[in-house]
Structure formats: structure tokens, C-alpha cells
């Protein structure tokens, strides 16, 4: 059963090099180590090598990495729900990390508590279109003339956490750094459509632990960011306070208030654009490069590059002739 109103808390993984590959303060990785560690099973969400993302089940450390950092489009769930269930009744200790929408369907799946399951669901801004992710990845292989191998949906190493951009990564070895994908996804007109009417986004969530990017931080703690990742952890029962208690001498920690932390998915749904129409006629029609540039902001991020191009050969410049 749930509180009437979570704990919430600002946490860092005191490892660094956990924290560094992981999107925000690394949470998930604290939490889902310690139940591998007692012989337990992780769910979880991945990118497969034609980045889909899809739930998929690790039993060590090797398997659960592959569901760090953030995926930007709806998972693939499969027969999830039937093999949680199955580890459930093998008493194996569970962690269900996904969406709020999907740990709800799964405890409706279930239909009882169980004492050894912990869900974990993310603070969710909305599910993209998965065929606005492919004609995304097509164009941007199209416009390179090579494939891509890799895929960072935010790539923080190179740009900090407070940054969003995605990186692609291409079989020649270069890559590209883009905000249209990003773009796209912010201004809302590529969510599904039940994303409208969530009934999730507000301070009450299904899972027993809530977490998510602490943006707020400046102002719920600002001496935790150090522009490497925080998480906002709401704890919203017993089962997730237990479990957060569990794995406190591997983090950074320190209890904020919830009014200090209200991220707008935690208030109300994003409502629907009134372009929206607008902008899936022009997609089943038009090209991706119409696209990008009308709704993704291509030609204002490309002429950065190009602006900050022109910075560098100045600077350049200025070193190798010593003005």
C-alpha cells in the first residue's frame, strides 16, 4: 500500500565510475546491485542492435548494464509479465524497472503482492513514436552514407547532464551530435497518444521507488550537482523504503521536499499539441529532411555547429600565429 505522499530524496552514487555511465545519479544500478548480489533477477529495458528498445531479464552484472541510460521510445515487453511471475513464484527476489503504465500492468497481471518483488518505474515524460525514432535513424544514415552502430540518447559524457543531446555513433568511426530527435520529443507532437491523459503524471506513482533526472536540483539541494548526475528518489511505501535503506552506504543522500521537485510530469499530463495533426500528415507525406528542419530545428542546430566551427579555426588561429 502506498503512502499519501512519497519521501523524497537527492542521491549520487558514491562510486564515480558507476555514476558516469549512468544517466542521472546512478539509482538503478544501487538498487538492482543489491539484489543481484542476493541472487535475484533484474527486468529491465535495453536497446537492441536495431536500436528498438525492449524489456529483457539479467541475472548479473554484465546483463543489467545493458539497461543503463535513457531509451526514448517504447519498449518491447514480450512474455515479461509471465516470466516475472514465474521467478516470483520460484521465490527469486524480482526488481521491474519500466514505466509507470507498465509496473501498473504488471501489478494488475499479477493480481496479489508479493513480498519479494520491488518495482522501480521512471518519472516519464511521455512514449515517442517508434516509427518517428526509424525514419530518424534512416535519414541521419541516409545523410552520412554510413550505418549506425551505436546510439546515446544523451550523451553526458561529452556534454554534461544538464545537456540533452544525442550522439550517433557510425561504422566508419565518426558521429554526429544532434538535439532534432530530442526536439521532436519535447515539443510533445510525437507521443502517443494516451500519453494526454496519463494517469500517472502527478506525485503518485504504482511503483514501490520513483526515480528519475533530479532537475530541480538547483533549488531542492544545489551542493549535489556537480553537473554529473543527480537522481530524485521518491520513496512511495514501506517495500521501497526498506529497499533504499538497503543500499544507503553506497550513495550520497539527502531528503528534500517534494514542493521543491515538481517536475511538470509530476504535476499533469503535457497536453496535445494543436499541430499535432498537422505535423503526422507531414510526416506520412513529406520528406525527413522536411521534417527536421520544420518541427526539429535542423537548420537552426546545424548553423551552431557551423557557428562554433568558425570559433574554433579563430582560436586555432590566433594560437598558431600568435596574435
Known amino acids: ?37 542476493n541472487g535475484g533477477v533484474v527486468y529491465g529495458c535495453v536497446l537492441t542492435e536495431d536500436f528498438a528498445a525492449m524489456h529483457i531479464r539479467a541475472e ?10 535513457s531509451k526514448y521510445v517504447q519498449s518491447k515487453l514480450g512474455n515479461t509479465f509471465k516470466n516475472v511471475k514465474v521467478d516470483l513464484d520460484d521465490q527469486k527476489n524480482v ?16 493480481g496479489k503482492e508479493y513480498g519479494n518483488l520491488i518495482c522501480v518505474d521512471i518519472v516519464c515524460h ?18 552520412n552514407s554510413c550505418k549506425i552502430i551505436n546510439v546515446d540518447f544523451r550523451n553526458k559524457k561529452d ?60 533549488k531542492a539541494a544545489p551542493e549535489f550537482d556537480d553537473n554529473r548526475g543527480v537522481s530524485l528518489v521518491l520513496v512511495n511505501n514501506e517495500v521501497g523504503e526498506k529497499a533504499l535503506e538497503q543500499i544507503k552506504d553506497k550513495l550520497f543522500w539527502k531528503q528534500t521536499k517534494l514542493e ?23 510526416f506520412k507525406n513529406k520528406q525527413f529532411e522536411y521534417i527536421s528542419k520544420k518541427y526539429g530545428d535542423y537548420r537552426l542546430w546545424n548553423d551552431l555547429k557551423i557557428f562554433i566551427k568558425k570559433i574554433k579555426r579563430k582560436i586555432r588561429k590566433v594560437v598558431v600565429n600568435g596574435e
Open 159 to 218: 556534454f554534461g547532464w544538464h545537456e540533452h543531446i544525442e550522439t550517433l555513433y557510425f561504422e566508419n568511426g565518426k558521429s554526429t551530435n544532434s538535439r532534432i530527435f530530442k526536439t521532436l520529443f519535447y515539443r510533445h507532437m510525437i507521443l502517443r497518444p494516451s500519453c494526454y491523459e496519463c494517469l500517472y503524471k502527478s506525485v503518485m506513482h504504482p511503483g514501490d521507488i520513483t526515480i528519475a533526472d533530479y532537475w530541480g536540483i538547483d
Open 126 to 143: 511521455g512514449v515517442p513514436s517508434k516509427k518517428v525514432w526509424g525514419a530518424y535513424l534512416r535519414w541521419q544514415e541516409q545523410k
Open 95 to 110: 526488481l521491474f524497472s519500466g514505466t509507470s503504465c507498465q509496473v501498473a500492468g504488471l501489478k494488475k497481471y499479477l
Open 60 to 69: 548479473n552484472v554484465g546483463e543489467r548494464n545493458k539497461m543503463r541510460g
Open 1 to 37: 500500500m502506498n503512502w499519501k505522499w512519497p519521501k523524497v530524496y537527492a542521491v549520487r552514487h558514491k562510486d564515480e565510475a558507476i555514476r558516469a555511465d549512468s544517466r542521472s545519479g546512478g539509482i538503478f544500478t544501487a538498487l538492482s546491485d543489491d539484489v543481484l548480489s
Open 260 to 282: 521543491d521537485s515538481l517536475q511538470p510530469p509530476l504535476e499533469a499530463p503535457f497536453p496535445k499539441p494543436e499541430n499535432r495533426e498537422q505535423f503526422w500528415y507531414d
